[in-house]
């Protein structure tokens, strides 16, 4: 997508924070500016206070008037500080808000794009930025915010100073304008680096989880592979450092140029106002009001490239934040799907992101409601893919997936609400056992007799030792539990499945850390609990596929051969060759 600049990124951005809250949202931006106005003001009452000085020196006034504009000269002082103080308590409490409903946003956002998006690595790269992007996202807009709110004292002096000379008014713009002409250089510089940047980040991310991931440190260590991790994490840290190098001297030579430049207004200024001093063309008075008030702007103006120079270097995450929430999402009605239609697929293709060969090529079927469907192949041949499609995970490059008369490509992800599976790659969330089980309905009270039930259907004895207490142990060391092997972590994924309420479920190699006798179990209690159901079983044993109503036969991506076992075997072709070369660890 295209890139964002400055001004779009902030008014794309202020609705989000505005909504945070509300009612702080105005009092603190009118407070910045009630701030601004106050320093604004303390340049002519600077004036006034020492003009009637002068006065009263020479006895041209009486010394209550004096006191009276010394009065208002601290009044405005006091009230400067109180209201900063106010202000800055009331951003304290306001961005902690923000960056809550900023993490909420992104991973709705998440939750909506199609799920082949996390396939293509450079949509992997976009949520690495995007989520690096977030908190500057924030930060990016309230700085805008609070600079645009404190302009009201550069209007209170630009009103001042015009009265008193008009020439003081450019040479003030040449103290303000390299600020600007920073933001736009800096911005392109570090934009241009966080490009490079991301990639890199997600390579070196990946190398440091390698040698420290719980899921990895064993095999890491034994076999000797983490000095080789460490140097391919201490080359891409390298490569990041130098990306950061070189930006931060682009940006510093520009940065230095043009606060040359602004010194250059600052001197200007100065020689003005004494030239203007020994002419009689103003007051002592004026003269030291606008003294100090340059001096306060210079301070104020260095404090804006300080925030200037931030925001340049935060700006690239900015738009990368922006572009990843503006991706399309997968479109659609959210339709109720028929409770008893068959599903029907006609030439369905898929390709994977940046893939040359079809993973499904061509692949036309009718899968019966209530039929249980095995589907069987090489690796590679593309089963779980067909899978994908078929659940509606994923959208067909060509040809279409019909539940009764109804496409997947006209529905949002509300397709899954009737759909239950457990993938080989099934998770092990860090949770209580129950809360394993019952995850996908977790808002909902679960009695022990339901999850009794379906522990029984996948194989699981809460009585074991490994769950020392019953549904409420926790799964995972890290947060003082109990750790599973890998076939008690598989029965745990496969009750989840059968938990969840559903009418069609697929079961993609769930039993590969399951010995074969109780993988045969887990089946036969599959096809107990499928029955007036439709089901899929994805599995590279051929033992157990005698069950189903029918079998799938792919290679290549194609949909080579379907019937029963026994048709299958009597064709003596793709399968048969697949089921002879199990054939003997199903003998007894």
């Given at each position: 997508?295209?890139?964002v600049?400055?001004?779009?990124a902030?008014?794309i951005?202020?609705?989000?924070?505005?909504?945070?809250?509300?009612?702080?949202f105005h009092?603190?931006?009118?407070?910045?500016?009630?701030?601004?106005?106050?320093?604004?003001?303390?340049?002519?009452?600077?004036?006034s206070?020492?003009?009637?000085?002068?006065?009263?020196?020479a006895?041209n006034?009486?010394?209550?008037?004096?006191?009276?504009?010394?009065?208002?000269?601290?009044?405005?002082?006091?009230?400067?500080?109180?209201i900063?103080?106010?202000?800055?308590?009331?951003?304290?409490?306001?961005?902690?808000?923000?960056?809550?409903?900023?993490?909420v946003?992104?991973?709705?956002?998440?939750?909506?794009?199609?799920?082949?998006?996390?396939?293509d690595t450079?949509?992997?790269?976009?949520?690495?930025?995007?989520?690096?992007?977030?908190?500057?996202?924030?930060?990016?807009?309230?700085?805008?915010?609070?600079?645009?709110?404190?302009?009201?004292?550069?209007?209170?002096?630009a009103?001042?100073?015009?009265?008193?000379?008009?020439?003081?008014?450019?040479?003030?713009?040449?103290?303000?304008?390299?600020?600007i002409?920073?933001?736009?250089?800096?911005?392109?510089?570090?934009?241009k680096a966080?490009?490079?940047?991301?990639?890199?980040?997600?390579?070196?991310?990946?190398?440091?989880?390698c040698?420290?991931?719980?899921?990895?440190?064993?095999?890491?260590?034994?076999?000797?592979?983490?000095?080789?991790f460490?140097?391919?994490y201490?080359?891409?840290?390298?490569?990041l450092?130098?990306?950061?190098?070189?930006?931060?001297?682009?940006?510093?030579?520009?940065?230095?140029?043009?606060?040359?430049?602004?010194?250059g207004?600052?001197?200007?200024?100065?020689?003005?106002?004494?030239?203007?001093?020994?002419?009689?063309?103003?007051?002592?008075?004026?003269?030291?009001?606008?003294?100090?008030s340059?001096?306060?702007?210079?301070?104020?103006?260095?404090?804006?490239?300080?925030?200037?120079?931030?925001l340049?270097?935060y700006?690239?995450?900015?738009?990368?934040?922006?572009?990843?929430?503006?991706?399309?999402?997968?479109?659609g009605?959210?339709?109720?799907l028929?409770?008893n239609?068959?599903?029907?697929?006609?030439?369905?293709?898929f390709?994977?992101?940046?893939?040359?060969?079809?993973?499904?090529?061509?692949?036309?079927?009718?899968i019966?409601?209530?039929?249980?469907?095995?589907?069987?192949?090489?690796?590679?041949s593309?089963?779980?893919?067909?899978?994908?499609?078929i659940?509606?995970?994923?959208?067909?490059?060509?040809?279409?997936?019909?539940?009764?008369?109804?496409?997947?490509?006209?529905?949002?992800?509300?397709?899954?609400?009737?759909?239950?599976?457990?993938?080989?790659?099934?998770?092990?969330?860090?949770?209580t056992?129950?809360?394993?089980?019952?995850?996908?309905?977790?808002?909902?009270?679960?009695?022990?007799?339901?999850?009794?039930?379906?522990?029984?259907?996948?194989?699981?004895?809460?009585?074991?030792?490994?769950?020392?207490?019953?549904?409420?142990t926790?799964?995972?060391?890290?947060?003082?539990?109990?750790?599973?092997?890998?076939?008690e972590?598989?029965?745990?994924?496969?009750?989840?499945?059968?938990f969840?309420?559903?009418?069609?479920?697929?079961?993609?190699?769930?039993t590969?850390?399951?010995?074969?006798i109780?993988?045969?179990?887990?089946?036969?209690?599959?096809?107990?609990?499928?029955?007036?159901?439709?089901a899929?079983?994805?599995?590279?044993?051929?033992?157990?596929?005698?069950?189903?109503?029918?079998?799938?036969?792919?290679?290549?991506?194609?949909?080579?051969?379907?019937?029963?076992?026994d048709?299958?075997?009597?064709?003596?072709?793709?399968?048969?060759?697949?089921?002879?070369?199990?054939?003997?660890?199903?003998?007894?």
């Open positions: 997508m295209k890139k600049n400055v001004f779009q902030f008014f951005m202020l609705p989000k924070i505005a909504r945070a809250a509300p009612v702080l009092v603190r931006n009118i407070a910045f500016i009630a701030q601004g106005v106050l320093y604004g003001i303390t340049a002519p009452a600077t004036q206070l020492f003009d009637k000085a002068v006065d009263f020196a006895g006034a009486e010394l209550a008037i004096v006191i009276f504009w010394l009065a208002i000269l601290a009044l405005t002082h006091i009230f400067k500080q109180a900063n103080g106010m202000a800055n308590f009331i951003s304290y409490c306001y961005w902690g808000k923000i960056e809550g409903i900023l993490s946003d992104l991973h709705k956002k998440m939750s909506k794009i199609s799920p082949v998006y996390f396939e450079r949509v992997l790269d976009d949520i690495n930025k995007a989520v690096q992007g977030k908190d500057e996202a924030a930060w990016f807009t309230g700085t805008i915010l609070f600079m645009l709110c404190t302009s009201s004292y550069y209007v209170v002096m009103f001042y100073l015009f009265q008193i000379k008009p020439l003081l008014m450019v040479l003030l713009a040449l103290v303000f304008a390299p600020a002409l920073t933001h736009l250089f800096r911005t392109k510089i570090f934009s966080e490009d490079k940047a991301a990639p890199v980040r997600r390579e070196f991310d990946y190398y440091e989880n040698m420290t991931g719980r899921e990895y440190f064993k095999e890491t260590r034994i076999l000797g592979a983490f000095s080789y460490r140097t391919l201490a080359d891409t840290l390298t490569l450092n130098k990306l950061r190098f070189r930006a931060s001297v682009k940006s510093s030579l520009v940065e230095l140029g043009m606060q040359v430049l602004s010194l207004g600052y001197i200007g200024v100065l020689l003005l106002l004494f030239d203007s001093l020994m002419k009689g063309d103003i007051s002592v008075g004026a003269f030291a009001a606008v003294f100090a340059i001096e306060q702007m210079f301070s104020m103006m260095n404090g804006i490239f300080e925030r200037v120079s931030i340049a270097g700006f690239g995450r900015v738009q990368n934040y922006i572009r990843f929430t503006q991706m399309p999402e997968r479109e009605a959210g339709i109720e028929p409770e239609a068959d599903i029907s697929l006609s030439g369905v293709s390709s994977y992101p940046g893939a040359e060969q079809k993973a499904v090529d061509g692949v036309t079927l009718t019966k409601n209530g039929e249980t469907i095995a589907i069987v192949g090489e690796n590679g593309g089963k779980t893919t067909l899978v994908r499609l659940t509606g995970l994923y959208l067909p490059d060509e040809g279409d997936v019909l539940y009764g008369e109804i496409n997947t490509k006209t529905t949002t992800l509300s397709l899954f609400k009737k759909i239950s599976a457990v993938f080989q790659k099934y998770q092990r969330y860090q949770m056992l129950r809360e394993n089980i019952g995850i996908s309905a977790v808002s909902e009270a679960t009695e022990d007799n339901e999850l009794d039930k379906i522990c029984v259907q996948a194989g699981i004895d809460k009585s074991d030792r490994s769950f020392n207490n019953g549904y409420e926790m799964l995972s060391r890290e947060f003082d539990g109990v750790d599973l092997s890998g076939g972590w598989q029965r745990v994924a496969i009750a989840r499945s059968f969840r309420s559903h009418s069609f479920i697929a079961l993609d190699e769930p590969a850390a399951i010995d074969p109780e993988e045969t179990k887990i089946y036969n209690r599959f096809a107990e609990i499928s029955k007036n159901k439709t899929i079983i994805v599995t590279h044993r051929l033992g157990s596929v005698k069950l189903a109503d029918r079998i799938l036969v792919m290679n290549h991506g194609r949909l080579v051969e379907q019937g029963t076992h048709d299958l075997m009597a064709v003596n072709g793709e399968y048969a060759r697949l089921y002879k070369s199990q054939e003997q660890w199903y003998r007894v």
